[in-house]
């Protein structure tokens, strides 16, 4: 796992906060100083804090379960989708669907309902329908693609939530938390870092500062990810050896019993 220096956070911008008036209480022991009415976060505790999960998010990623980001505002939504992409994992970058997952049953039906679409199109029976059904299939496919597209592989509930700007992203984080889900987030001096599992103290505003810390965790994620695929492929070979040592065996307990029988004979 890569590590990310203080001169790397200091350079994105990780540490402009707020203005002080905005400020959370819960925020203090993250807050460095206060200078032109803007909070400074301290990046030794930011550089802590996102090794802490870091290491968490690697050993998700290892145990081969899945890992929801979430970031619906303007600023981070492209770089959210860019990275969660890298590694394979579902991300919600348009509206939070409510109950997205108190209801995921039901969240799975809408996304069922958009594979059923495609196979229409690909068996001929989309073909069948009037001009006006297939328009109006249609706007719902690609209404369902925009919402929901980016979650299709996601059969079941995720292990962990990693969210960009609580404040913005509160519906997500108190599901999670009802359901007992773990929440990593970038929390910027406004937010209230006890309402998440994982609080990485930093600028949730700023592209490159939302960039940094988003490349430093998912390239955590991709560590996992290679451990594991090491893992598979070990256990591969250990079970095609012990294939192979069965059949050895096998065939000389046959060779064996041939060998009797012929002096019987």
Known sequence: MAKVDVKQLLDAGVHFGHLTRKWNPQMAPYIFM???????????????????????????????????????????KDIVAKHAEAVNMPYITERWPGGMLTNFVTIRKAV???????????????????????????????????????????????????????????????????????????????????????????????SKSVDLILETVTNSIKDGLSVRKAEKVKAKEENSEDSDDDFIVEEEVVLENTEENTKED
């Open 112 to 206: 069922k309902k958009m594979n059923s679409i495609d196979r229409m199109k690909k068996d001929g029976t989309f073909e069948t329908l009037s001009k006006k059904e297939k328009l109006q299939i249609d706007r719902l496919r690609a209404k369902l693609e925009k919402n929901l597209g980016s979650i299709a592989d996601m059969t079941r509930l995720p292990s962990a939530l990693f969210v960009v700007d609580i404040l913005r992203e509160h519906i997500a984080v108190t599901e999670a938390k009802k359901l007992g889900i773990p929440v990593f987030a970038i929390v910027d001096t406004n937010s209230n870092p006890q309402l998440v599992d994982f609080p990485i103290p930093g600028n949730d505003d700023a």
């Open 34 to 76: 206060e200078k032109n009415g803007i909070h400074i976060i301290d990046l030794h505790k930011t550089s802590v804090k996102l090794d802490e999960a870091s290491r968490a998010l690697e050993k998700i990623a290892t145990s081969g379960r899945k890992i929801l980001f979430v970031a619906t505002k303007k600023q981070a």
